[in-house]
C-alpha cells in the first residue's frame, strides 16, 4: 500500500510539472501574438491616420475651405 501511495504522488508531481509547462508555453504562444499585433499596429496606426487626415474634405460644395486654419498664409503648417 506504501508503494501504491508512492507512486501516486509521483504522479501527481509529474501532472503538476506537465500543467506548468503547458502554462508556460501558452504563455509564451500568447506573447508572441501580442508582439505580433504591436508590430502590425505600429506601422499601420500611423498609415490609417495619414489617411484620414487626407482623406477629409477641407473645402465646402463652393470651393472655400472649411477649415479657418486653410485661410491663413501657411496655415496647414500651422495647424501641425
Do not use: H, S
Not at 506537465?18 to 508590430?39: I, W
Not at 490609417?48 to 486653410?70: H, I, K, S, V, W
Amino acid at each position: 500500500l506504501e508503494q501504491v501511495m508512492d507512486d501516486c504522488r509521483e504522479y501527481i508531481i509529474q501532472y503538476e510539472n506537465l500543467v506548468v509547462e503547458n502554462r508556460n508555453k501558452l504563455d509564451d504562444r500568447m506573447n508572441n501574438t501580442l508582439y505580433l499585433l504591436t508590430v502590425v499596429t505600429t506601422i499601420f496606426v500611423p498609415a490609417q491616420f495619414l489617411t484620414g487626415l487626407y482623406g477629409m474634405n477641407f473645402q465646402t460644395r463652393d470651393g472655400t475651405p472649411a477649415m479657418p486654419e486653410l485661410l491663413w498664409k501657411n496655415g496647414y503648417l500651422y495647424f501641425w
